[in-house]
């Protein structure tokens, strides 16, 4: 069993208004915290990985390939491999976002 308690977790501030938290995971499946503040972007991009993204607290406009939505607290997406996706806040808040398999480029190991 895998258990992380919150407040052991790091906050990393990735600039621009974006936070990061790196809950539990291990190789074949990650939970990751992501804070906004209104305004900020998630960049577009793309992974291999599979992502879903539960919206925690806030409203976000989010984006995946060319369609867009509108989403607010326990509203959730999924993201296909390989599928250009991000995210507009518009009330600052956090996701929730879930990767299969594990982002191994997020974690920082000693």
């Not at 308690?5 to 939970?31: F, K, P, S, Y």
């Not at 960049?43 to 990985?49: D, E, L, Q, T």
């Not at 976000?60 to 509203?75: N, S, W």
Request: some cysteine.
């Amino acid at each position: 069993m895998i258990v992380v308690h919150h407040e052991d977790t790091l906050l990393q501030d990735l600039g621009g208004g974006n936070t990061r938290r790196i809950l539990a995971w291990n190789d074949d499946l990650m939970l990751v915290e992501v804070g906004f503040d209104s305004g900020t972007v998630g960049a577009v991009h793309s992974h291999v990985h599979t992502q879903s993204s539960l919206v925690l607290s806030g409203r976000f406009k989010y984006t995946i390939e060319d369609e867009t939505v509108e989403i607010g607290p326990g509203d959730s997406v999924i993201v296909p491999s390989g599928k250009l996706h991000g995210t507009l806040c518009i009330e600052a808040g956090k996701l929730l976002d879930v990767f299969t398999p594990a982002r191994q480029d997020f974690i920082t190991r000693t």
